[in-house]
């Protein structure tokens, strides 16, 4: 089993749908929770963090359930822009060469196309 | 922001090359650098992290002898595919992180690497 799982999609949606992704965790350890955006042939960046609170930035409303172990994202008022892949990133502590640091697990990435 | 410049972000070259792939911090200490890989159509995968100074940390099934990776100093690390075959032909990203606990990591644009 993947440690982070998502469903790969592609979603094609028209501009100003609401989408919702989802994402699911193996490793109760995971400590901290992003959602990244990859363009084609260009590197992650990050989108936000996620927190059992839940939070909102602008049309992105990301939501943690650490019972479920599951995590989400929601896009509102799609834009052409929006076109992209959305990364379920997981992070847990991890140790190397007597150093602590924040280990990224990457989910496969879901596939979001919004079209005229 | 902080900056992770790798290099080169395109190599095309024969089977049995050995290639050198640069990842600098521009205007941070990176304690911490990690090396990823994606294959078309998959997530990212972890392949080694370095510590300033000592051994890199390779992940299982990733050969060290294959993949060289030297961290000699906080602003750079090098990994050099030895002998690249076809198979090896890939997206390499790097990432670093300064010190300090819950340092976020801050992606390389990445190296699209062609063995022909």
């Known amino acids: 089993r993947k440690e982070v799982e998502q469903d790969p999609g592609p979603f094609n949606v028209p501009e100003g749908a609401t989408v919702a992704f989802n994402c699911t965790y193996s490793?109760?350890?995971?400590?901290?929770f992003f959602w990244y955006r990859q363009d084609c042939r260009k590197e992650p960046k990050l989108l936000m963090s996620?927190?059992?609170s839940g939070n909102e930035d602008g049309r992105f409303t990301a939501q943690l359930n650490r019972a479920s172990q599951y995590i989400s994202l929601l896009i509102r008022d799609s834009k052409l822009s929006d076109s992209a892949t959305y990364l379920c990133v997981v992070n847990k502590m991890a140790n190397a060469g007597g150093t602590s640091y924040g280990k990224l697990t990457f989910g496969q990435g879901t596939i979001l196309t919004v079209h005229p | 922001g902080a900056v992770v410049s790798q290099h080169p972000s395109w190599v095309i070259c024969k089977s049995g090359t050995s290639v050198k792939i640069e990842c600098r911090s521009l205007?941070?200490?990176?304690?911490?650098m990690f090396w990823y890989r994606q294959f078309p159509k998959q997530s990212l995968m972890l392949m080694a992290t370095?510590?300033?100074?000592?051994?890199?940390?390779?992940e299982q099934g990733v050969e060290k002898d294959k993949f060289l990776i030297n961290h000699a100093s906080l602003t750079l690390s090098t990994l050099t595919v030895t002998s690249a075959h076809p198979e090896d032909s890939s997206f390499y990203i790097c990432?670093?992180?300064?010190?300090?606990?819950?340092?976020?990591?801050?992606f390389g644009d990445g190296t699209r690497l062609s063995i022909l």
């Open positions: 490793n109760s350890a995971s400590q901290s």
């Open positions: 370095s510590n300033e100074g000592s051994k890199a940390t390779y």
């Open positions: 205007d941070f200490q990176a304690t911490t």
């Open positions: 990432s670093a992180r300064g010190a300090g606990g819950n340092q976020p990591q801050h």
């Open positions: 996620v927190y059992s």
